[in-house]
C-alpha cells in the first residue's frame, strides 16, 4: 500500500531560497537548486524498529538490508538497492538507532552498526563493501561501469571519500569552515571534469555518485543553513551534479526530512553554533 509520509519525498520538499510548506510541515533552507515534486515517487516506507521490537525471523532465506533513515552510510546501500530495482528482493529493515534493539548487536551484527546486509546465511557490513556486493550478487543495472578508464577513475574517488568526509568534517570544527572546506569541494568540482558524457563523477550515474550523495547533501544542507554559504557557489559542475541526481528517485526516495540532518549536525559538530 502507497503510504505519504512526510519524510519520504524530500528532493521535492525545498527550493531555491525559498521556504515552503509540504504536508503541513514547514521548512526553511536555503539552497541554490529547486527541486520537482514530479521527481518524487510515493513508496511506503517501514517504521523503524525500536528496544521493544520483536526482531524479524532472521536467517529464514529473506534478504535484509539493515539502515537508519538519518545514517548516510547506509543511505549509499538503500540507494544501489533501490537503483537496482531490488524492492522485492532485499527487504528494507530500519533501526531507531537511539533506541535500539538489543537482539541487533546479539543475533544480526555483533558491530552493532548500519548498514548491514543479511543475505544467503550471513551478515556483512560496511557500506562500500555492501554497494560492490549488492552489484556483483543481484540483478539490475550495473553500478560500476565496464570502460577501464572509467573503472580506474572510480577506484580512485571511491578511495578518497573518506578523505572528502573528514576534511569537511574537520573544517566544521575549525575557524571559517567556508574557506577550510573549499579544496575538498574543489576535489568535486574537479572530478566532476573528467568526463563529458553526462554530469555524473563517472559521466553515468554510478556507485561513486552513490557513495558521496548522502554527505554532499548533508554538508549543501548545513553549509547553507549554518554559515549562509552555497557550496556550489563558483563550482558549476557541482551545481549540475546536484541538479541531476535529483532526478533519480532511487536516490530522492532515501531522502529525509532536511531539517532533521541539519539538527543532527548542530547537535553533533556545531554544538557552539
Ligand atoms: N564504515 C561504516 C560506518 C557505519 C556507521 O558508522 N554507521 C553508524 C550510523 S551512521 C552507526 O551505525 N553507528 C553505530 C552507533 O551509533 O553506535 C560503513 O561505511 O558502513
Known sequence: MVSRSKSECFAGAY?????????????????SHSFSMETCV???RPPPLTSTSDPPPIFDGTTRLYISYVCPFAQRVYIARNYKGLQDKIELVPIDLQNRPAWYKEKVYPENKVPSLEHNGKVLGESLDLLRYVDANFEGPSLVPSDPAKKEFGEQLISHV??????VYTSLKEGDPIQKASPAFDYLENALGKFDD?????????WVDIAYVPFVER???VFSDVFKHD???????????????????????TRVDPKELVDIFKKRFLAQQ
Open 231 to 253: 557550496i556550489t557557489e563558483g563550482r558549476p559542475k557541482l551545481a549540475a551534479w546536484i541538479e541531476e541526481i535529483n532526478k533519480i528517485d532511487a536516490y530522492t526516495q
Open 15 to 31: 527550493k531555491s531560497e525559498a521556504s515552503l510548506n509540504v504536508d503541513a510541515i514547514p521548512i526553511h533552507i536555503e539552497v
Open 162 to 167: 573518506d578523505t572528502f568526509t573528514r576534511e
Open 42 to 44: 510515493q513508496q511506503a
Open 198 to 206: 553526462g554530469p555524473f563523477f563517472l559521466g553515468h550515474f554510478s
Open 219 to 221: 554538508f549543501h544542507l
